[in-house]
C-alpha cells in the first residue's frame, strides 16, 4: 500500500504535469473545425447560387416579355462577383428564359467550381401600349 501511494504522489509530482495539453488538443483539432466549417460554407453559396439562378431567369424573363433586355436585366440582379450565363428565347407567346449560375469557391469573386447551378422561368409577351 504504501510503494502505491508512493507511485501515485510521482506522477503528481512531475514538474510539467499536464502542461500543454491543451495546446496539443487545440492544434489537433484546429484543421478539422477549420475545413467543417469550410466544407459547411461552401454548402451555403451552393444553395445560394439556386436562389440567384432562380431569381434572375424570374427576372429576365419578365424583362424579355415586356421587350427589355434579357441578359441586362438578369445580371442586375446578380450580387457583384456571381458569373452566369443568360439565353432567352421565344416560343410562340411565351418567353423563356434560363440562368446558369457557377458556383465560387468559398467566396465570390475568386474561383468557380466548373459546377452551373441553371434556373429556368417563363412569362407570357406583353403587348406593348
Known sequence: MGRRRLLVAGLRGRPYGDRGQLAVEFAGL???????IAV???AALTGYAFVLAGNAA???ARAAATGEACGQAG????????TARISCGRDGDMVRAEVAVRVPVLFPGGADFPLEISGRAGAAREARP
Request: glycine residues 10%.
Open 75 to 82: 445580371r442586375e440582379h446578380l450580387p457583384g462577383g456571381w
Open 58 to 60: 424570374d427576372r429576365a
Open 40 to 42: 459547411l460554407w461552401q
Open 30 to 36: 484546429l484543421p478539422v473545425v477549420l475545413v467543417t
